[in-house]
T-cell receptor, first 115, second 111 residues
Framework: SAVISQKPSRDICQRGTSLTIQCQVD?????MFWYRQQPGQSLTLIAT?????????ESGFVIDKFPISRPNLTFSTLTVSNMSPEDSSIYLC????????????FGSGTQLSVL | DAKTTQPNSMESNEEEPVHLPCNHS???????IHWYRQLPSQGPEYVIH???SNVNNRMASLAIAEDRKSSTLILHRATLRDAAVYYC????????????FGTGTRLTIIP
């Protein structure tokens, strides 16, 4: 199994600023993903964090708004840039080996409120 | 991508079995059926997955229809801690390995 730690667990930010969320896994993993969960909604995949290369973004998400780093097999960051109140959500990190035949693990999320 | 259909909500009495249905009529032969659940204020957690045969683990059982167009997650004896949103997700064996969450079923356990 893998334990995922996310920092911060919550934050309140001013519009126009940026916040970087950290995701640390206690073991090396092949796959890491970032999700967003808006209030009362299901999870939406933002991007796949690729080790040593640019992240792969889903439709509707762009690198300028959500830059992602993955410098090694245990760590990734997601930055929410130039925030607006519409960015208020829970952001979750997920990691694992293979999604198909094995389980993925999730952090407990970062609750972001933008004023 | 093949889609799944789940009821929006279900209720069950504590200490009774719960059967959570999922329809996936457009499933392909190489799609695995995964179940995850999200407890309140937590990230999702893996429950179980299968391909063709029924599967059991310490958390639940997964019953897969012979034609694979539907499946049922079975909680054998529901507890209050099982109150969560349950997601049924199809994952292809090759290529795209991203978990795509639908709306899921919100399970309420009645004491």
């Amino acid at each position: 199994s893998a334990v995922i730690s996310q920092k911060p667990s919550r934050d309140i930010c001013q519009r126009g600023t940026s916040l970087t969320i950290q995701c640390q896994v206690d073991s090396q993993v092949t796959m890491m993903f970032w999700y967003r969960q808006q209030p009362g909604q299901s999870l939406t995949l933002i991007a796949t964090a690729n080790q040593g290369s640019e992240a792969t973004y889903e439709s509707g998400f762009v690198i300028d708004k959500f830059p992602i780093s993955r410098p090694n097999l245990t760590f990734s960051t997601l930055t929410v840039s130039n925030m607006s109140p519409e960015d208020s959500s829970i952001y979750l990190c997920s990691a694992g080996e293979r999604a198909t035949n094995e389980k993925l693990f999730f952090g407990s999320g970062t609750q972001l409120s933008v004023l | 991508d093949a889609k799944t259909t789940q009821p929006n909500s279900m209720e069950s009495n504590e200490e009774e079995p719960v059967h959570l249905p999922c329809n996936h009529s457009t499933i392909s032969g190489t799609d695995y059926i995964h179940w995850y659940r999200q407890l309140p204020s937590q990230g999702p957690e893996y429950v179980i997955h299968g391909l063709t045969s029924n599967v059991n683990n310490r958390m639940a059982s997964l019953a897969i229809a012979e034609d694979r167009k539907s499946s049922t997650l079975i909680l054998h004896r529901a507890t209050l801690r099982d109150a969560a949103v349950y997601y049924c997700i199809l994952l292809p064996n090759f290529g795209n390995e991203k978990l795509t969450f639908g709306t899921g079923t919100r399970l309420t356990i009645i004491p």
